[in-house]
């Protein structure tokens, strides 16, 4: 785990600093009390087990999503993730809720590889030799809000890695070619298992020019993909699969599908944060089973499950994910409605809320 940020606390006030793990613990438990289920207290499966144990719900962000919708007497909604989450919380709830993150500074850098400028060039290139109107854009909710709305508003939808296949689909359905941000893996990984040959899917690089693409490849191409990556499923690699084989013989090998492709066939079975959960539910008693994604997820399978030996297939920290803290916790709940607020402009709400209840909808 990686330790609190020493920098960050300090710009609290000292009382706060000073106060230990039992404290805040007591503290945060007393005004959760306090304020009932006026204040609801979502986490992602990344969070801190610390965090996750004074969360009122526990999810992935396609439940967190459908989480958000379903708090019929919650004003306050305290968001325990990344800024792109609590946008996604920001832009579905009612307009009588606030957001809050106890964590401004937690941000997903595979979040921040496609901005506006970016997609606004890959978009114009495809529409200079297609009918743009037959190209829908599709964003893993692991994005800006900008690129959302950039979605909401070209007939787009966003998407998660629980239900990415079924968006894709519903898209090539509804249109012939697919531009998918910002996950090139997401997005190779659900082209692959759709059966979408290698031939029509087209890597997408902002920092080249023209993207790296011909553009032969981009006209035929029915899948432009955005090279981004997550760098804590990029972490895991193909001898790292083959050490566990060797280490571990016998054992069932579980990854995420923000992993590299190599490492996706490599594995037994590959699947969302919910479908790994449970998969290590469902795995029969004595079982040995290698998980590649995040670690705090991982650490806790392995305690909920003794029956069976849980390891990671490498330690792969999400350090963003370890921004909230009990200490910034409680000092949102201490202030609840007045720091760490989460807004969104409204045009871009309006927009990103129909990219994600197009996806809700699939
Ligand atoms: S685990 Fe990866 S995708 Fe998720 S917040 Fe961290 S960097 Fe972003």
Redesign the pocket.
Known sequence: MIAEDKWVALLLPREIQNLSDEELIDGIKTLKNQWGKRCQILAHH?QRQSIVDMADFVGDSLELAHKTNALPETEYIVFCG?QFMAEMAAALCRSDQKVITPAPNAL????NMADMAQVSRVWEAIGQLTDIKKAIPITYV?SLSEIKAFCGENGGLCCTSSNAKNVVKWALENGERILFLPDENLGVNTCQALGIPKENIVIWDPTLSDGGCSQDELKKATAILWRGY????THFTLQQVKLARENYPGCLIVVHP?CNREVVEAADESGSTSFIIKYAAEAPSGSTIIIGT?LNLVKRLAAMHKDKTIAPLSASV?P??ERVTLRSLYWSLLNLGKVNLVSLDEPIARSARLALERMLKI
């Open positions: 990344y990344v997903c850098p595979m979040a692991n997550c760098h804590v499923h923000e995040e999400c963003d994910m």
